[in-house]
């Protein structure tokens, strides 16, 4: 029986959560000797992209009422299609959405926020992120159905090329309960979740009128921009920006903390990044004793040579 | 206007988190337990509800005995009553089955929860909620407005935001925006003392089916020491995330 993914899109374009998710079943299906099937709902995107990293099989939905999110329309629509016992789900916002919902429409167990390959298929045994990154659960699914979402950047993107083929499947499913109103996209801005370096700044800037040289080191980087709880909760940053505990979860390949003193709270969301700088002018801050290489000194000093340097680096 | 706000007791956010000596399961010696940090947003925006449009709002915890003292402060901040289920839960289901259970029988027209909770990171409970009560379902809410029986929400989307009405009844898991931090209530000493008197029902769970076991946990294991660099030497720095840890 196939091992089933969802294949998130945002306005018809396959997500990086997409392709990690699908490079994660196919590691599961592999592990079963099975193929991979993927759902995705009204996509624009060839379904070539989900092949390369190994969907033998795309269940393209098509469905005019499924043209604005809702996550109780969507679990509906994926379970109409899905026919089979796994199903991968990314752990994004939409995608955490509608995995608890198909959940109790199939009977299925849900192992949330996943880092590895299955332990074990019969039963389902998956480590998962718990305690906001401080600690591990081993998790097992009790009964046949699993659904799994997959924490972003912890698998990674595989590719695992097949040859695949397309099916359409056209639904109407009804949609009545919610409507969209508004719909605001910032362009041009790296999905923190999704980003594979994160440059992240703390009290010790000192004032919003600073963070001009933050974002600079981000653009040569090509990284995200993200703040300490202090910072977002004066304003001086967007909630949407912080990181830790009661804020974003991150799992960057390379986190740049300036300014951030290291409180147990912020290194909960940050602390499975791969690798972390941190850079303070307290030689005394918490953070260095989790950090990968550390600078002491002044970031006003620091950031505009750095970037520098990593500009040439850059070519 | 009817609200349930569901809370969960979780370790204050400054523990360190250990597991027992055999790691089956999370030690819980030493322990401050606090409101689930993004519960306490719903919570807030509730009792601004109640405030501005006169709901009544009811707290709901599934848990043992021990997490009478975290929902006393619940009806500190202002809630107007409270119930227990009496379970010490284990999974995200067997914890949704019996909130929706309560949910079913006191007819509210809002069912209000935090997105996750800061222990167990699960994030099902809200979306298996509103699927057993057949309602619709708002993740990750950083806004809300009631008018009749219509509710606008704002939630958080990758890279942007997008506002959408609803119709009630409707659960909605809220986030850090729904309220501002600076919103949040800290009880008051007429709010501890009435709190005490508040009437707080304990009912016996539903169902114990569970879908999901924690067979074991583990800790992160440490990092290898800081490697530190000075600042008069940035270009050690970039040759040791280029050529060492490869990150750019």
């Not at chain 1, 090329?161 to 109103?181: F, H, M, Q, R, Y």
């Not at chain 1, 300036?258 to 972390?276: D, E, F, P, R």
């Amino acid at each position: 029986m196939a091992v089933f993914v969802y294949a998130e899109n945002i306005n018809g374009v396959y997500k990086k959560a997409a392709f990690e998710a699908v490079s994660y079943a196919k590691a599961v299906a592999d592990q079963a000797g099975e193929t991979v099937t993927a759902i995705s709902v009204n996509p624009t995107d060839s379904s070539d992209l989900l092949y390369k990293y190994g969907a033998t099989n795309v269940i393209n939905i098509k469905d005019e009422g499924l043209k604005n999110f809702s996550a109780k329309a969507y679990a509906q629509a994926v379970s109409e299609v899905l026919d089979g016992n796994t199903i991968v789900f990314p752990h994004t916002t939409d995608a955490s959405s509608v995995a608890p919902m198909l959940a109790v429409m199939k009977n299925f167990s849900l192992i949330t926020n996943v880092l590895e390959a299955p332990e074990s298929q019969s039963p389902f045994q998956v480590k998962r992120r718990a305690f906001s990154g401080k600690g591990f659960m081993h998790a097992k699914a009790e009964g046949s159905g699993v659904i799994v979402t997959v924490s972003q950047n912890a698998f990674g993107v595989k590719e695992n090329a097949v040859s695949g083929s397309e099916e359409v499947k056209n639904l109407s499913v009804a949609n009545e309960d919610t409507k969209v109103i508004s719909h605001e996209q910032s362009s041009g801005k790296l999905d923190l979740k999704e980003a594979e370096v994160v440059v992240s700044a703390g009290r010790g800037m000192k004032g919003p009128e600073n963070w001009g040289m933050v974002e600079d080191l981000a653009n040569v980087l090509g990284a995200a921009t993200a703040c300490s709880k202090p910072v977002s909760d004066i304003g001086w940053r967007p909630h949407t920006e912080h990181v830790g505990q009661t804020g974003k979860a991150i799992s960057p390949n390379l986190y740049i903390a300036i300014g951030i003193s290291g409180a147990i709270q912020h290194l909960a969301g940050v602390n499975s990044s791969k690798t972390i700088v941190v850079i303070n002018s307290d030689a005394e801050a918490p953070f260095f004793k989790s950090a990968d290489y550390g600078v002491v000194g002044d970031a006003f000093q620091i950031l505009p040579a750095l970037t520098e340097k990593i500009k040439a680096i850059k070519g | 206007m009817k609200i349930l706000v569901c809370i969960s007791s979780v370790p204050d956010t400054t523990s360190k988190i250990n597991f027992t000596a055999d790691k089956s399961a999370f030690d819980k010696n030493g322990i401050q337990w606090v409101i689930n940090p993004l519960d306490e947003f719903a919570l807030t925006k509730a009792i601004k509800l109640q405030e501005s449009q006169g709901a009544t709002v009811t707290v709901l915890n599934v848990g043992d005995a021990t997490t009478e003292p975290v929902i006393r402060k619940a009806l500190a901040i202002g809630a107007n009553d409270a119930v227990r289920v009496n379970l010490d839960p284990k999974d995200s289901y067997s914890t949704a089955k019996e909130i929706a259970s309560v949910a079913q029988n006191g007819g509210y027209d809002l069912v209000l929860c935090g997105k996750e909770s800061i222990d167990y990171n699960g994030g099902s409970v809200p979306g298996m909620v509103a699927q057993l009560l057949s309602q619709p379902f708002v993740n990750a809410s950083v806004g809300l407005d009631i008018n009749g029986n219509e509710a606008t929400a704002v939630r958080e989307i990758e890279g942007g935001k997008e506002t959408i009405s609803v119709k009630l009844p409707a659960v909605f898991a809220g986030q850090k925006g729904l309220v501002d931090e600076k919103d949040l209530i800290i009880p008051n000493m007429r709010g501890i003392m009435s709190a005490r008197t508040k009437p707080l029902q304990v009912v016996e769970p539903t169902s114990s089916e569970v879908k999901v076991q924690g067979v074991s946990y583990d800790s992160v294991p440490p990092r290898a020491a800081v490697k530190m660099v000075s600042p008069d030497n940035l270009d050690e720095l970039v040759r040791l995330l280029h050529e060492e840890a490869k990150v750019i």
